[in-house]
């Protein structure tokens, strides 16, 4: 039933916290009453520190803007959520929720006991199946949501995820487009990309977030995170490419040419989920793109993404039907407006119906929201049976015997009670010792997969090399890692043979042989061998031995294939600069039309094994 009281959406994002209050109109469309940000901070997007730090912002805005709406509809950001498109074949309705269970089991890479998930079919193609939108996320992540709002004394009516609560607010003020339309939503830590095509929507979560740029500038100019942070916003820029000149403010100068590397890497995702749209999803070109989140509006963000698509580009203006409170300055709304999709989707929650209505409460907080909202009646039943045990004790003076046997009796059950509380005190602080065990076991967990990102970067900068050498050059180039070494040592390092094979450590090691330099055992005064620092199991350097396609009937082509490389290693984020070169030299191979070098990379984060 549709009310005029206010409530809150807060969208808890890896960079920022975005808090808003609606109410329902006459019309029974949404009137904004008022909005806040809070910067979160590094801090914001580490699991360690992030549950105080949101909690910390949200008490912060929630006084600052003397807030007294109790009731909140809460999402969580792209970081900690999985979401998957899937295709169901036809089948009858009552097995529906059967087969997408199969499906969460096969696709959510954790334990269906740990998470909270749902979906919704969004639509059938033209061969009947079912287009399913898969939602998950761990249940430990929403339930410290709900500590947040009960902490800040609110309600927790639901939580959602950013990509739904982004294309409910596309589709609300935007239903009008039928042709292909992208959303492009640019977060800190990810980044979401969503297609819009006649009532049909697909979306994926990309690991690329403008914090990278921070850590990026933080790193060359040697600042503080929170300082760069605020030079990339009141300086920051986009550089145009080509031959225009460079700022002399030598902190724009970096933070542009780091950020187009952001915007180039973050394009090449958008460019390949457009053609996997296309190809696996059967969608259309898109006719234009829209931008949104906080770090859209660095200066030149459209023209970039206007130039590399070819397409027209405009901010995503999730207020466009929204009724705006006449207090609200207008002129402070709209340079924000581009950042408050997810709280406008969120609100529309409230409304009839949305296109998306996902719902990540855990069972453990759906019952104690209901206890909440059962115990003012619960009280009330309890003063009322003392009430009347009191009245009966003054009116039947004579019933006092038997009054206090049903007093010792009332002791009596609630005595197993208390019993039962200290059990759950009890309880409740060993869950919150196992929570920060998982929360260590987690981080251990996190590492497994770094791997993964390394080989992903990896293929990225070659494709990246491949192009940019393939257009200097005017021909196609081929490159490709042929040999893959890593050093379970901090210390030492593969290196090329004079062959340009490849020496690996393992090898030495395998022979009884120390790694690294293989020097000398050192003594001590006493002529005694000193002891050998313990090896580790961190991988901070790693060697590859590279080969591509020989261009030596183009003047110097196979050194610019391999510097590219070197450059292009130097220059990512992953890689340390001074210490990423090339090793060994080029060896032609003409049996194969091939040539070969060696690659030497050191990483800024070990790999642990």
Same mark, same amino acid.
């Given at each position: 039933?549709?009310?005029?009281?206010?409530?809150?959406?807060?969208?808890?994002?890896?960079?920022?916290?975005?808090?808003?209050?609606?109410?329902?109109?006459?019309?029974?469309?949404?009137?904004?009453?008022?909005?806040?940000?809070?910067?979160?901070?590094?801090?914001?997007?580490?699991?360690?520190?992030?549950?105080?730090?949101?909690?910390?912002?949200?008490?912060?805005?929630?006084?600052?803007?003397?807030?007294?709406?109790?009731?909140?509809?809460?999402?969580?950001?792209?970081?900690?959520?999985?979401?998957?498109?899937?295709?169901?074949?036809?089948?009858?309705?009552?097995?529906?929720?059967?087969?997408?269970?199969?499906?969460?089991?096969?696709?959510?890479?954790?334990?269906?006991?740990?998470?909270? @998930?749902?979906?919704?079919?969004?639509?059938?193609?033209?061969? &009947?199946?079912?287009?399913?939108?898969?939602?998950?996320?761990?249940?430990?992540?929403?339930?410290?949501?709900?500590?947040?709002?009960?902490?800040?004394?609110?309600?927790?009516?639901?939580?959602?995820?950013?990509?739904?609560?982004?294309?409910?607010?596309?589709?609300?003020?935007? &239903?009008?487009?039928?042709?292909?339309?992208?959303?492009?939503?640019?977060?800190?830590?990810?980044?979401?990309?969503?297609?819009?095509?006649?009532?049909?929507?697909?979306?994926?979560?990309?690991?690329?977030?403008?914090?990278?740029?921070?850590?990026?500038?933080?790193?060359?100019?040697?600042?503080?995170?929170?300082?760069?942070?605020?030079?990339?916003?009141?300086?920051?820029?986009?550089?145009?490419?080509?031959?225009?000149?460079?700022?002399?403010?030598?902190?724009?100068?970096?933070?542009?040419?780091?950020?187009?590397?952001?915007?180039?890497?973050?394009?090449?995702?958008?460019?390949?989920?457009?053609?996997?749209?296309? $190809?696996?999803?059967?969608?259309?070109?898109?006719?234009?793109?829209?931008?949104? &989140?906080?770090?859209?509006?660095?200066?030149?963000?459209?023209?970039?993404?206007?130039?590399?698509?070819?397409?027209?580009?405009?901010?995503?203006?999730?207020?466009?039907?929204?009724?705006?409170?006449?207090?609200?300055?207008?002129?402070?709304?709209?340079?924000?407006?581009?950042?408050? $999709?997810?709280?406008?989707?969120?609100?529309?929650?409230?409304?009839?119906?949305?296109?998306?209505?996902?719902?990540?409460?855990?069972?453990?907080?759906?019952? @104690?929201?209901?206890?909440?909202?059962?115990?003012?009646?619960?009280?009330?039943?309890?003063?009322?049976?003392?009430?009347?045990?009191?009245?009966?004790?003054?009116?039947?003076?004579?019933?006092?015997?038997?009054?206090?046997?049903?007093?010792?009796?009332?002791?009596?059950?609630?005595?197993?009670?208390?019993?039962?509380?200290?059990?759950?005190?009890?309880?409740?602080?060993?869950?919150?010792?196992?929570?920060?065990?998982?929360?260590?076991?987690?981080?251990?967990?996190?590492?497994?997969?770094?791997?993964?990102?390394?080989?992903?970067?990896?293929?990225?900068?070659?494709?990246?090399?491949?192009?940019?050498?393939?257009?200097?050059?005017?021909?196609?180039?081929?490159? @490709?890692?042929?040999?893959?070494?890593?050093?379970?040592?901090?210390?030492?390092?593969?290196?090329?043979?004079?062959?340009?094979?490849?020496?690996?450590?393992?090898?030495?090691?395998?022979?009884?042989?120390?790694?690294?330099?293989?020097?000398?055992?050192?003594?001590?005064?006493?002529?005694?061998?000193?002891?050998?620092?313990?090896?580790?199991?961190?991988?901070?350097?790693?060697?590859?031995?590279?080969?591509?396609?020989?261009?030596? &009937?183009?003047?110097?082509?196979?050194?610019?294939?391999?510097?590219?490389?070197?450059?292009?290693?130097?220059?990512?984020?992953?890689?340390?600069?001074?210490?990423?070169?090339?090793?060994?030299?080029?060896?032609?191979?003409?049996?194969?039309?091939?040539?070969?070098? $060696?690659?030497?990379?050191?990483?800024?984060?070990?790999?642990?094994?």
């Amino acid at each position: 039933m549709l009310n005029s009281k206010s409530f809150l959406t807060v969208d808890f994002g890896a960079g920022s916290l975005k808090l808003a209050e609606f109410e329902l109109n006459e019309a029974g469309g949404l009137r904004l009453k008022q909005y806040a940000f809070k910067s979160l901070g590094s801090e914001g997007a580490q699991e360690a520190t992030r549950e105080a730090t949101i909690q910390k912002a949200l008490q912060d805005l929630i006084t600052e803007k003397a807030i007294r709406s109790k009731n909140v509809n809460v999402c969580a950001p792209g970081f900690q959520v999985f979401s998957k498109f899937v295709k169901l074949p036809p089948v009858d309705t009552s097995k529906v929720t059967q087969i997408i269970q199969y499906e969460a089991q096969q696709n959510v890479p954790f334990p269906l006991a740990e998470v909270v @998930w749902d979906y919704q079919i969004l639509g059938s193609t033209p061969t &009947g199946e079912l287009e399913v939108l898969l939602v998950a996320i761990k249940a430990d992540i929403v339930e410290g949501l709900f500590r947040v709002a009960e902490s800040a004394g609110l309600h927790l009516q639901l939580a959602d995820v950013s990509p739904a609560a982004l294309c409910n607010a596309f589709r609300y003020n935007y &239903g009008d487009l039928e042709d292909c339309t992208m959303l492009l939503d640019i977060g800190a830590k990810t980044s979401n990309l969503l297609f819009f095509e006649k009532g049909k929507v697909y979306s994926r979560s990309i690991n690329l977030g403008a914090n990278s740029i921070t850590q990026d500038f933080a790193n060359e100019s040697k600042l503080p995170f929170p300082e760069a942070e605020q030079k990339k916003i009141s300086e920051g820029f986009v550089s145009l490419g080509g031959a225009y000149e460079e700022p002399e403010n030598a902190h724009q100068a970096a933070i542009s040419k780091i950020a187009r590397q952001f915007m180039t890497r973050l394009h090449i995702q958008v460019n390949q989920t457009m053609q996997f749209y296309r $190809g696996q999803q059967g969608g259309s070109a898109p006719q234009r793109l829209f931008l949104s &989140g906080g770090a859209s509006i660095m200066p030149y963000t459209a023209q970039f993404f206007a130039e590399k698509l070819n397409v027209p580009v405009e901010y995503f203006n999730p207020l466009r039907n929204v009724q705006i409170d006449p207090a609200i300055n207008l002129e402070e709304l709209a340079r924000v407006a581009h950042s408050l $999709g997810e709280v406008v989707g969120l609100g529309l929650r409230n409304l009839a119906h949305c296109p998306v209505e996902l719902n990540l409460m855990p069972e453990s907080t759906l019952n @104690w929201v209901q206890f909440n909202q059962k115990k003012p009646y619960l009280i009330a039943t309890i003063f009322s049976l003392v009430a009347v045990i009191f009245a009966s004790g003054l009116l039947f003076d004579k019933l006092a015997t038997v009054n206090q046997d049903e007093l010792d009796k009332l002791k009596a059950d609630i005595q197993p009670l208390q019993n039962r509380a200290t059990a759950f005190n009890k309880a409740h602080g060993d869950l919150k010792n196992s929570q920060k065990d998982a929360q260590q076991i987690a981080s251990w967990i996190e590492d497994r997969y770094y791997w993964g990102d390394v080989m992903t970067e990896l293929h990225n900068v070659l494709l990246q090399v491949e192009s940019e050498t393939g257009n200097s050059l005017h021909t196609s180039t081929g490159v @490709w890692i042929e040999r893959f070494i890593s050093d379970p040592t901090a210390d030492s390092q593969a290196t090329l043979n004079p062959n340009g094979g490849m020496m690996d450590p393992m090898m030495n090691m395998n022979r009884g042989q120390p790694t690294g330099d293989p020097a000398t055992v050192q003594l001590g005064p006493d002529g005694q061998p000193l002891p050998v620092k313990p090896a580790t199991n961190d991988v901070g350097v790693v060697t590859l031995q590279c080969r591509a396609v020989n261009l030596t &009937g183009t003047a110097s082509a196979n050194t610019d294939i391999a510097y590219a490389l070197e450059r292009a290693l130097k220059e990512d984020a992953m890689f340390s600069k001074d210490e990423t070169h090339l090793a060994g030299n080029i060896n032609v191979d003409e049996t194969t039309g091939t040539f070969t070098f $060696g690659m030497t990379l050191k990483l800024k984060k070990p790999i642990k094994l």
